[in-house]
């Protein structure tokens, strides 16, 4: 693992050292904010055990003259702008201005923190000197290899559902994403998998195999009328079943008017707001736990969805218009943004809000 410690950064810098013969070091005469794709890169490079962007010195080495005054302001900038864009934040390790015999400087030390870091919501990676955006491949294969006790990396043994993994490789052709072009008539649902980096993971048994949710249909008087235990959990994501939660619940809303029947709502539900909650519901579900006991719970007025979380979840889930938020099913995550289901930047329950307001000002 390369690196090199605060002590040996300062030595070579003031000796004048050219960033290109110190591994994982970026200078910057000054900040800019897409310096982040940076900050980005080198915390997504596991060679190093640790990485360095120092600001107010010139790429080729020698300090720009800055003073501490300007370092501090600097400083600021850059400590706001890492909590609004990097995520997870904490892959800087710290922010610290030093004050040495020609001039000052401000360094960003940067570590990966066990998971893709991101900068704006694109991943980055370090291409000789310079910082180029993560194919999607490339974001998968990452994530597999990431440190972390991360239950949807590990080990499945059971079967898929082929009709699902096709339905997945279509999504992602529809998408046209470049790494994802694949000849569905061709590429069987193992070389999918494999292409995706979830072959024989949890991850694929969540999304296509035996892991299963329960979809109950309740009466008026709040009584079962039946439930079906559906096994793939990416079945819930499906636009079939979202189709088939509205038909349901328009039926049940549905008014008669002498001889004909007409639905009281075209959409009960926000289209947006149910894939906000039911992606949610699949990337965040505890699945150690009873495989997740994801529940989709159909009223005549309302819909409910319920899973298995951590206690600690609890927190989270009673600041409803806070973006704080923590992943544990990692792999499973990326995956469900590789095919833009889902993020994990915690503005799902914003967004949700969001989305049934426009239905109701849409209504009135």
Not at 58 to 84: F, M, P
Not at 165 to 186: G, H, N, R, T
Request: aromatic content about 8%.
């Amino acid at each position: 693992m390369r690196g090199i410690t605060e002590d040996e950064l300062l030595k070579e810098i003031e000796k004048g050292t050219p960033e290109v013969a110190l591994p994982g070091v970026e200078f910057k005469e000054s900040w800019d904010q897409k310096y982040g794709e940076d900050i980005s890169a080198i915390a997504n490079d596991l060679n190093l055990v640790r990485g360095w962007l120092v600001i107010g010195v010139k790429d080729k080495g020698g300090l720009a003259g800055r003073d501490l005054n300007w370092v501090k302001k600097v400083e600021l900038d850059v400590s706001n702008q890492i909590r609004a864009n990097l995520s997870p934040n904490w892959a800087v390790k710290g922010i610290i201005g030093k004050s040495l015999a020609t001039g000052s400087c401000l360094l960003v030390e940067i570590e990966n923190p066990g998971d893709i870091v991101r900068w704006r919501d694109k991943a980055y990676k370090l291409v000789g000197t310079t910082s180029s955006e993560m194919h999607p491949a490339e974001l998968l294969s990452l994530s597999i290899k990431l440190p972390g006790a991360d239950i949807s990396k590990g080990k499945y043994e059971g079967k898929y559902d082929p009709v699902l993994v096709a339905e997945f490789a279509k999504k992602l052709v529809e998408l046209d994403i470049e790494d994802f072009k694949f000849d569905l008539s061709k590429t069987t649902s193992e070389e999918v998998l494999s292409k995706l980096n979830v072959s024989s993971t949890i991850t694929a048994g969540i999304l296509f195999g035996e892991y299963s949710f329960r979809l109950v249909h309740f009466d008026k008087n709040g009584d079962i009328l039946d439930q079906v235990q559906k096994q793939g959990l990416y079945r819930m994501l499906s636009d079939q079943f979202i189709e088939d939660i509205q038909s349901w619940t328009r039926k049940q809303g549905t008014v008669i008017q002498g001889s004909s029947a007409t639905a009281a709502e075209e959409t009960p539900y926000p289209i947006r707001a149910l894939r906000e909650i039911l992606g949610n519901a699949v990337a965040h579900s505890l699945y150690s736990k009873a495989n997740g006991d994801i529940v989709v719970e159909l009223h005549p007025n309302r819909l409910v969805v319920r899973n298995n979380c951590r206690k600690e979840a609890k927190a989270f889930v009673e600041k409803w218009f806070s973006r704080s938020h923590f992943v544990y099913n990692k792999h499973l995550m990326n995956t469900l943004r590789i095919a833009k289901i889902t993020d994990e930047q915690g503005s799902g329950k914003i967004r949700v809000f969001r989305h049934m307001g426009r239905q109701e000002r849409a209504a009135c």
